[in-house]
């Protein structure tokens, strides 16, 4: 990673005030305008925070807005089909602006090749495409709500215990035609096992009648666009608008919707990518 300032011109160094010209004056270098914090996963469906020097106007990661909090921090994510490099730019007083580079790493998916023909989809009926469209606005609504939580700055915990019995990111290859990718993690608990919040939050969903796909759904907002989806439970044991805490039992494990087995499904977006939550826990790899 490599970070780079555009040169100020006198203009604009007058324009930064005189603690700017006090440090030139000095031959001291300015502090960067935004420094990346540890921790993170720089890599695709990874993560990170940082943090932005006082001054800064506004943030960017290629083009557009990355909010960021009144102490200067924030959270930025990268798609787990993101390209290899990714730009932060801040906006610093008098129309400069300082660029950071990123080089997001790629990752080798699980890829099962499948010499068959992908089964074709039977036509849904309208009355399923009617019920699916209700069900997805209601999930886009959720994920468009901002709560003001401050879950994305800790770091999370394992939402339930068990084995983990499908990977973000794996996806089945039919004869060259490739199929939906796995959103998020599965982990194979016990029916009725709990599960815990991974993080401080809001709940934006609870879907206590059962979606066609997902059953019954829980969803969490971490806070700067950062949320977690809690799949297939057998019971939702927290409220819309309710705040919870690290570690609060908000569910239990079922099977419900379209799920072979009791298990969990968790997923993670941030904003419209959709990240990996095996790079939130500590340690993993």
């Known amino acids: 990673m490599t970070g780079r300032a555009q040169p100020l011109s006198r203009r604009d160094m007058l324009a930064g005030g005189s603690a700017a010209l006090g440090l030139l004056a000095l031959g001291a270098t300015p502090p960067p305008a935004i420094t990346l914090q540890p921790g ?14 006082a001054g800064v106007g506004a943030l960017s990661l290629d083009g557009r807005a990355v909010p960021f909090a009144a102490d200067g921090q924030f959270l930025i994510a990268f798609d787990r089909d993101a390209g290899p490099t990714a730009q932060l730019l801040a906006q610093l007083p008098g129309g400069a602006s300082f660029a950071r580079d990123l080089a997001v790493a790629p990752r080798a998916w699980q890829i099962e090749n499948i010499n068959i023909a992908r089964r074709p989809g039977g036509m849904a009926s309208e009355d399923y495409m009617r019920l699916r469209r209700t ?5 886009g609504a959720a994920r468009a709500m901002d709560t003001g939580a401050q879950g994305w700055r800790q770091a999370f915990v394992r939402p339930a215990a068990g084995r983990i019995s499908g990977r973000f990111g794996s996806q089945r290859v039919y004869r060259g035609e490739p199929a939906a ?3 998020g993690m599965d982990i194979a608990g016990g029916e009725g096992a709990p599960i815990l919040a991974p993080a401080d939050g809001t709940v934006i969903l609870a879907a206590d009648t059962p979606f066609s796909l997902e059953g019954h759904l829980l969803m969490i907002d971490h806070g700067m666009g950062l949320n977690s989806a809690f799949l297939h439970c057998s019971a939702l044991l927290v409220r819309e608008g309710e705040a919870v805490k690290q570690g609060q039992v908000i569910g239990r494990i079922g099977h419900t919707g379209r799920a072979t087995g009791p298990h969990l499904h968790w997923s993670i977006k941030w904003r419209d990518s959709r990240l990996d939550p095996l790079l939130f826990l500590p340690g993993a790899a």
């Open 40 to 53: 993170g996963r720089l890599t695709q469906g990874g993560w990170l925070r940082g943090k932005v020097q």
């Open 135 to 139: 069900e997805l606005a209601r999930i």
């Open 181 to 183: 990718y796995h959103s």
